[in-house]
């Protein structure tokens, strides 16, 4: 739905699921599973089937650690011992999980592999002369809400410890099971649901006024804070690098025409943006902090020949001062401020099992007369991601404090509905800014 975003194409998924079907079964059953084959096997007919591809991350991992994990294939070049691969699933109801991992040992090989949930862990012996591996451990689910699954690398005879692609569980614990379980949009689910902020801004509205603190903690690598975002702009924040952050201000081009930088701010660079739409980019490489609050000015105006400018300003508590940041010429349209919203996504697939959190102050509507208006209504909703259930780690609305919220990854089982509005308290605090002499 954004536009900037760092995201690789999708890749095929045929060879997963042919892989699939051939791999091995390495298991971890319950005394009862082992004395009750047959039994046991017509519950694993039925397990609830959990591809690494689209619901598996390295968490912890060496400098120079070689894994990683394909939307198409789940675990690739496993071999390292000190990297753990975490997948996650939620539960509905408390129970027993049973695990059973399904991979390979290389040829002639045996690995040894330690499996943990709960903080339970157990070790399976792999090797390629059987295709399943059983162990009496069993994980006991005390509650509802996400579960994390750890595999780990122990010991190994071969190049790699073999492969990995999907958990399979089954037990009490697993009706209602909830995880990412459409391969065609692996890649979005292991990036997370974004979460969204719709205000309605009066007619005529020429200025938005917003107020951003994202909390310590809380900005992690790839996080986006969209604050000002509108029918044919947005602006916002980003963690880009662990050394890098930018301030975003993005304009796409009209259906027919293009989109033309007038002017930008000192150190601001500019280029054209693709993938979701095109259009025309400028940002500012700012080490914006945790913890502090930032202040965002957007600006629709039409110029009277059947076009729009758009302008974007950003105010930085460090140095006291608005920054310019740049005016761009949109063709083909005529119109002011529309469909106002805000967003928190996650842009980097690997970081999904991280959190993003972001509290949005005070919101204001500048009418082309100068008429400044307090907006304290929101839309709050989710993308596909959450809507259809492929991870329910999405929440927004009200903090204690009164503030908008947005809250989206780490695999937290406080969930707040998609689709509904809220309401926060008027603070009748004109922001202190002249718009006639923003730079």
């Known amino acids: 739905m954004h536009a900037f975003r760092f ?24 005394v009862s599973d082992a004395l009750a084959a047959p039994a046991a096997t017509a519950v694993k007919a039925a397990a609830p089937v959990v591809a690494l591809s689209g619901n598996a991350f390295i968490t912890q991992a060496g400098a120079d650690a070689p894994e990683w994990i394909d ?27 049973n695990i059973t991992l399904r991979g390979s040992a290389p040829p002639g090989s045996l690995s040894d592999v330690k499996v943990t949930a709960l903080g339970k862990s157990f070790t399976v012996r792999m090797n390629s002369g059987a295709n399943q591996f059983s162990s009496l451990a069993t994980v006991d689910v005390t509650a509802p809400g996400y579960v994390r699954i750890d595999v780990q690398g122990v010991n190994r005879t071969g190049p790699q410890f073999g492969t990995l692609t999907d958990i399979a569980l089954n037990g009490t614990a697993t009706p209602g099971l909830i995880f990412a379980n459409d391969p065609s949009n692996f890649y979005w689910s292991r990036r997370g649901p974004s979460v969204h902020l719709g205000f309605n801004v009066p007619a005529n509205t020429e200025y938005f006024y917003s107020e951003l603190t994202v909390p310590q903690g809380e900005d992690a690598l790839g996080s986006y804070f969209m604050s000002n975002g509108n029918s044919e702009s947005y602006m916002g924040i980003q963690v880009v690098a662990p050394d890098e952050r930018w301030v975003l201000f993005s304009v796409w081009d009209p259906a027919t025409g293009a989109t033309r930088l007038v002017s930008k701010g000192p150190d601001v660079i500019v280029n054209n943006f693709g993938g979701e739409g095109t259009g025309g980019q400028s940002h500012l490489v700012y080490p914006w902090v945790a913890g502090n609050t930032y202040k965002f000015i957007t ?28 005016t761009w010429h949109r063709e083909n349209t005529t119109t002011w401020m529309k469909g106002v919203y805000s967003f928190v996504e ?19 509507a500048v009418s082309s007369s100068g008429v400044w208006t307090e907006v304290n209504k929101a839309w709050y909703d989710t993308d596909p991601t959450g809507d259809n259930k492929q991870r329910m780690d999405f929440a927004g609305g009200l903090d204690a404090g009164g503030q908008f919220f947005l809250r989206m990854g780490g695999f937290f089982n406080e969930t707040v509905p998609s689709h509904q ?10 922001p202190a800014v002249d718009l006639n002499t923003l730079p």
Request: net charge positive; aromatic share 12%.
């Open 71 to 97: 939307d198409a294939q789940g675990l690739m070049d496993w071999s390292d011992p000190k990297t753990v691969i975490s997948t996650y699933v939620r539960v509905a109801q408390a129970g027993r999980f």
């Open 346 to 364: 996650n842009f980097n697939v690997d970081k999904g099992y991280l959190g993003h959190r972001a509290l949005f102050g005070q919101q204001w």
């Open 7 to 30: 995201h690789r194409p999708l890749k095929h998924l045929a060879l997963s699921l042919a892989l699939s079907g051939s791999l091995g079964l390495l298991s971890l059953m319950s």
């Open 299 to 326: 600006r629709v105006r039409p110029d009277g020949l059947g076009a729009t400018n758009y302008s974007a300003w950003f105010f930085a508590p460090e140095d006291g001062r608005w920054h310019f940041i740049a």
């Open 421 to 430: 509005n809220f309401i926060r308290p008027l603070t009748g605090r004109k």
